[in-house]
């Protein structure tokens, strides 16, 4: 099959692009012709293997180390993507952290941390973009469907979910006069490497839950009777990053096969 290079000559940026939706969306856009900064803040050889896949589609990728949560560091991260590449054209705020807990157990510093990373390092990274980014190019954010549908001891990462959703409204508008397209991915029901991590959660004080249980649980909460994958999303991304996707902005995109929304 022939894949389209309709991104040929583009450069794009994804934030937390060392693993799952993040690492899927940087290959994508390296399959249609961009070339990808990759950004990691523990793991560099996570973040290489990344560079590698993408590479191996005939295009340029770097890595760079930078916590998004850390304006200085979101600083530092796009001044040596534009040393690199000399441009930019499409940024993928992807970093993020979960966070489930009770009301009792939330501390003051706990909410300090979520947002640190899903509010304030978002806004940091689309600031920075719009610094650099050429005219009519593409910034996408990521909320959850956890910002639309309550789910137990998730009030506060909601609550960052939807401070993204709000922000890309106003954002859009600030934006608009470059013709720069400001969207956000809100994703659900999706199978990444967070399955382990997060798998004890999903019952309260219930037992901790198998990969292949969670990926029961969230097959039913599709109408297409399936999980989703990264590659959904990163579907979804390219879509948003398309020369087609010119009228689309300020939206946020249910990327959650439907969970919650028939």
Known sequence: MTVSKNLAGKVAIVTGGSRGIGAAIAIKFAEHGANVAINYVSSPSAAEEVAQQVRSHGVKAITIKADVSQENEVSAMFETLMQEFGRLDIAVSNSGIEYFATHEETTGADIDRIFGVNVKGQYFVAQQAYKYMADHGRVMLTSSISAVKGVPRHAVYAA?????????????????????????IAAGGVKTDMYDENSAEYIPGGDKMSPEQIEAMLSKWSPLGRVGLPEDISGIALLIASPESQWLTGQTFQACGGAYMV
């Open 160 to 184: 960052s979910k939807s401070a993204v959703q709000g922000m890309t409204k106003c954002l859009a508008v600030d934006f608009g006069s470059r013709n720069i397209t400001v969207n956000c």
